[in-house]
């Protein structure tokens, strides 16, 4: 990693920081095409839902960007928003668990979200996306960037 001259130590670690997260934020778009996609939620299926999920199609879009993601069961298809990626892998893999659910039980009823209890961090990635939604809500403080 090239590090620009006369940098304060400071400076030098922040700068760092920063390119590590441009990196990692690179890496997740890049590692996941709707191949990877499909494979990954037939990993989840399969360790949390028993395989009984079975989509068709899995695959981002750019035109949902009030909801995370949506299905339709009759065609087994499952869209996810390409809001999410960048997002943790923990956070993508319950919305993928979210549709998957959806193929097997419609609504959000009790029997919904006692399949979805199946995942580990239902819990922290549903307070994730409510956090980005309340974020998205916030007024943008000029300067709050450091720019
Ligand atoms: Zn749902």
Redesign the pocket.
């Known amino acids: 990693m090239l590090i620009p001259a006369r940098m304060s130590e400071a400076e030098e670690q922040r700068w760092v920081t920063v390119m590590l997260d441009k990196l990692a934020a690179q890496e997740s778009r890049r590692t996941l095409g709707d191949t990877e996609l499909a494979e990954r939620a037939r990993r989840l299926s399969d360790q949390y839902l028993g395989g009984r999920a079975r989509p068709v199609s899995v695959r981002w879009v750019t035109n949902q960007n009030t909801r995370w993601?949506s299905c339709t069961p009759s065609e087994g298809s499952i869209r996810l928003s390409h809001r999410l990626q960048g997002m943790p892998e923990y956070v993508v893999d319950y919305v993928l668990c979210?549709?998957l659910?959806?193929l097997l039980v419609p609504?959000?009823g009790p029997r919904?979200w006692r399949l979805l209890e199946a995942y580990p961090r239902t819990e922290r990635a549903r307070g994730y996306l409510e956090g980005v939604v309340a974020a998205e809500r916030l007024p943008h403080v000029p300067g709050a960037h450091g720019a």
């Open positions: 993601g979210h549709e659910a959806h609504g959000h919904f």
